[in-house]
Nanobody, 115 residues
Framework: QVQLMESGGGLVQIGGSLRLSCAASGSIFSCNVMGWYRQAPGKQRELVALMYTSGTTNYLDSVKGRFTISRDNAKNTVTLQMNSLKLEDTAVYYC?????????WGQGTQVTVSS
């Protein structure tokens, strides 16, 4: 059983940066994929970034070059460094873990980018 808790969201101006963290209550060592998703009002949840245990990463095209995902299995954390934030990055961001036999979600953290 893994519980995920996001933190680091908030209000930031266009061009600013935020660092989201996801702390897992259990070990994520065996989880094949860790990722971040987001959902803006009136839109479907979309994949933002993910990282496989191999270290391979995938990013939403619109965040490539601006966002960086990382994971620390020893500390059971996953982070999303977000730079050069844009208005369209405003959303609730969710941490996700795809582990053997189960998929886990965090409660989400709000990111609001203002002009």
């Amino acid at each position: 059983q893994v519980q995920l808790m996001e933190s680091g969201g908030g209000l930031v101006q266009i061009g600013g940066s935020l660092r989201l963290s996801c702390a897992a209550s259990g070990s994520i060592f065996s989880c094949n994929v860790m990722g971040w998703y987001r959902q803006a009002p009136g839109k479907q949840r979309e994949l933002v970034a993910l990282m496989y245990t191999s270290g391979t990463t995938n990013y939403l095209d619109s965040v490539k070059g601006r966002f960086t995902i990382s994971r620390d299995n020893a500390k059971n954390t996953v982070t999303l460094q977000m730079n050069s934030l844009k208005l369209e990055d405003t959303a609730v961001y969710y941490c996700n873990a795809k582990c053997p036999f189960a998929v886990y979600w965090g409660q989400g953290t709000q990111v609001t980018v203002s002009s």
